[in-house]
């Protein structure tokens, strides 16, 4: 039965790994979404904006909003060091050499080396979030500036 329970939180590590790591590619799948509706929104409303001489405070406001939700957008999307969502094999082979003969053992540490990761990663991504959001609230007020902007002029 211990083997049995050592190899089913091994599997689930995995799982939890494997999971946090979609997340993490959809998170930025999304965010990479917004960025294409923050640059349409920019250009064309703000290009009508210009042209019609209707950069006042709500057009400029919209433009420190474009520039606020593309930060945010890029912070979710930069390459962040320290994520890491499997274990080198040579890693794992040096450390767990020694109880080659005892699969519960390797199942277990790997199976914590892997939560481990997980917690890490979780630390990092976490943060990516809220930039998301926050990145989404400043498109949508940009939208609405831009609006107020060009309110009888499209």
């Known amino acids: 039965m211990p ?3 050592a190899e089913i939180a091994y599997q689930s590590a995995v799982h939890a790994l494997g999971q946090q790591e979609a997340a993490l590619n ?3 799948g999304r965010t990479g979404t917004l960025l294409a509706a923050e640059a349409l929104t920019t250009s064309f409303l703000g290009a009508a904006a210009i042209q019609h001489g209707a950069l006042a405070l709500p057009g400029r406001l919209a433009i420190a909003c474009f ?3 593309l930060c ?3 912070f979710v999307l930069l390459p962040w060091r320290g994520l890491q969502f499997s274990l080198a ?3 794992l082979y040096e450390s767990l050499h020694a109880c080659e ?3 519960e053992e390797i199942h277990r540490r790997a199976a914590y080396w892997l939560e481990e990761l997980w917690r890490e990663n979780e630390l990092v991504i976490a943060r990516l979030y809220p930039l998301f959001t926050s ?3 400043a498109l949508a007020l940009e939208l609405v500036l831009w ?3 060009l309110k009888g002029i499209l």
Do not use: F, K, P, Y
């Open 3 to 5: 083997r049995l329970l």
């Open 26 to 28: 959809e998170l930025r």
């Open 67 to 69: 520039g606020i939700s």
């Open 72 to 74: 945010a957008a890029l």
């Open 89 to 91: 094999g040579s890693l």
């Open 101 to 103: 003969e005892d699969e």
């Open 135 to 137: 990145s989404a609230a």
């Open 147 to 149: 609006a107020v902007a």
